[in-house]
């Protein structure tokens, strides 16, 4: 596991962020030191496992700011807590190359520390394009993104970018300079959101011209935002941040609306919306798509001998575990103890075939359900026959885990029993 290197002398401060810590789920090992003597003693024991650090400015053997130049050194990203606002000190640290700092003035202070090292965890996941002619101009913005561990692809026009969009469709912001050859930044915004919406593609414009009507036209263009240059590196990350959690606030109220709200699959409505998008390319590319139902067949059972309530946790405990073996495919409750599994890509023979494995391995698994050890066992009918419609082949898996109940359960049926 990764580590946290956290380092501070005051006492009272220490107990604050020991306790902060505890309360966050990060998920990284948080090892603390007292001065720049045992952070390096610590540091030497794992040198490879730290992911980031928190440090305090002024250690009574580092009483200007050494323990930074150490972490750096190391390349290990730093927040630096620090007693009071110095101007030229904090150029000097921000020069230096640190994530960013923050000045002792209370909890708050501390917690926004802790944060800040949560939105490095995520940081990481997340791609951004940088477009701009200039190589100083562009590759100060990367370095800027890379110094909060962002994922950074770089272009040198809106030509380019468009380019760029194409090979990485995972970009999820785009940055971008006005006055740049072959295709400027209100070209490329406004050529792009064609194809992206604004929670799809955040595009943020930045200019170093004086025109005051510059800000308005990117925003009219479609954009985000728009940072004017020179910046401070404090405006860059907040416009950065703040537009990056407003997508994220958006996905996770997208997903949440998607999702089933007691064993958190997908739901029916989203299942069916997604899988006639896999049904209809299927039909155009001749391409195997499976459709598979189950049905836990001892769920009665488990609800009427321990009651409701238990029936609801064994239902959660059985979805968190298909999620794990079929998260893959799209997968979906699809009412009380059945579930539906799209299989894009299997014809019935290899898709009855992977439901088998994965039956054998739920089968193996001990669930607790009010204090006792249960398992669990389902049925299946699982057809690669398109028909005429995505009904119609949900209608076919439908009669196959219809036959499987009826001689008994525990089994799966599939095209090849016709």
Same mark, same amino acid.
């Given at each position: ?5 956290? &380092? /501070?002398?005051? =006492?009272? +401060?220490?107990? $604050?962020?020991?306790? @902060? ?131 950074? &692809? /770089?272009?040198? =026009?809106? +030509?380019?970018? $468009?380019?760029?969009? @194409? ?92 999702r089933d709200h007691l064993t958190g699959l997908y739901h029916r409505s989203y ?148």
């Amino acid at each position: 596991m990764k580590k946290i290197l956290i &380092v /501070e002398d005051s =006492d009272m +401060v220490m107990k $604050i962020l020991r306790h @902060l810590v505890q309360a966050s789920s990060l998920p990284y090992e948080p090892v603390y030191a007292i001065s720049l003597a045992q952070a390096v003693a610590l540091y030497d024991e794992s040198p490879a496992d730290f992911f980031a650090a928190l440090v305090d400015l002024n250690l009574p053997d580092a009483p200007d700011g050494e323990v930074v130049d150490f972490t750096l050194s190391k390349k290990i990203p730093t927040i630096v807590l620090t007693g009071s606002y110095d101007e030229k000190r904090r150029e000097q640290l921000f020069n230096k190359g640190i994530v960013d700092y923050v000045t002792k003035e209370g909890r708050y202070a501390y917690s926004k520390a802790i944060a800040m090292i949560h939105r490095l965890e995520k940081n990481q996941h997340i791609k951004v394009l940088v477009v701009d002619d200039s190589d100083m101009s562009r590759k100060h913005m990367a370095n800027l993104f890379r110094r909060h561990l962002f994922q950074v &692809v /770089e272009a040198v =026009d809106g +030509v380019d970018a $468009i380019q760029v969009l @194409l090979e990485n469709p995972d970009i999820k912001l785009l940055i971008t300079d006005y006055n740049m050859p072959k295709m400027d930044g209100f070209e490329l915004v406004r050529n792009l959101r064609y194809k992206y919406d604004k929670t799809d593609l955040i595009m943020i414009g930045v200019s170093g011209e004086s025109s005051e009507a510059l800000s308005a036209k990117f925003i009219k263009h479609g954009a985000n935002d728009f940072l004017r240059k020179p910046f401070h590196p404090e405006e860059f990350y907040c416009r950065i941040i703040h537009n990056i959690e407003y997508l994220e606030l958006v996905e996770q109220i997208t997903n949440s609306a998607q999702r089933d709200h007691l064993t958190g699959l997908y739901h029916r409505s989203y299942f069916f919306n997604a899988a006639r998008e896999l049904y209809k390319t299927a039909q155009e590319k001749s391409s195997p798509l499976s459709m598979a139902i189950i049905n836990i067949d001892n769920f009665s059972e488990i609800n009427q001998q321990h009651g409701n309530a238990w029936g609801d946790e064994a239902l959660k405990q059985i979805a968190s575990s298909l999620q794990t073996m079929l998260g893959r495919f799209l997968l979906a409750r699809a009412d009380s103890d059945d579930f539906y599994v799209m299989l894009p890509g299997l014809d019935h023979e290899k898709a009855a075939a992977f439901l088998s494995k994965v039956k054998q391995l739920l089968a193996a698994e001990q669930f607790v359900i009010n204090g006792q050890n249960i398992g669990v066992y389902f049925s299946a009918g699982v057809t690669s026959q398109l028909h005429n419609s995505l009904d119609q082949q949900i209608a076919k898996a439908n009669e196959y885990l219809r036959r499987a109940k009826d001689a008994g359960g525990n089994m799966i049926v599939d095209d090849g029993d016709e």
